[in-house]
């Protein structure tokens, strides 16, 4: 009985330390802005064929709009 209540208690701290580092490791969204960043460049100096072009376009323009997103989540994420 002791043993089972010392393993149950163990697996409790356990269980609470692992969700405290969890928690204290925040998303890295500075490097998804920066890859995103990189990404919009290449697209924007990127060769294609005539008829890919709008498709290239697109994903610039859906590249601009993750970074705007991005953006807004950092805001929203900035210590008061």
Same mark, same amino acid.
């Given at each position: 009985? #002791?043993? /089972?209540?010392?393993? +149950?208690? *163990? *697996?409790? +701290? @356990?269980?609470?330390?692992?969700?405290a580092a969890v928690a204290a490791t925040p998303p $890295? @969204? %500075? %490097?998804?802005?920066?890859?995103? #960043?990189?990404? @919009?460049? *290449?697209? &924007? #100096?990127?060769? +294609?064929?005539? $008829?890919? /072009?709008?498709? #290239? %376009?697109?994903?610039?323009?859906?590249?601009?709009?993750?970074?705007?997103?991005?953006? &807004?989540? @950092?805001?929203?994420?900035?210590? &008061?």
């Open positions: 009985m #002791r043993r /089972t209540a010392l393993a +149950v208690a *163990a *697996a409790f +701290v @356990l269980g609470i330390l692992s969700h $890295k @969204l %500075d %490097d998804a802005l920066i890859h995103l #960043r990189y990404a @919009l460049n *290449a697209l &924007k #100096r990127a060769e +294609v064929p005539e $008829k890919a /072009t709008a498709n #290239r %376009d697109q994903a610039v323009q859906l590249t601009e709009k993750a970074i705007e997103e991005v953006n &807004k989540g @950092l805001q929203a994420s900035a210590p &008061k």
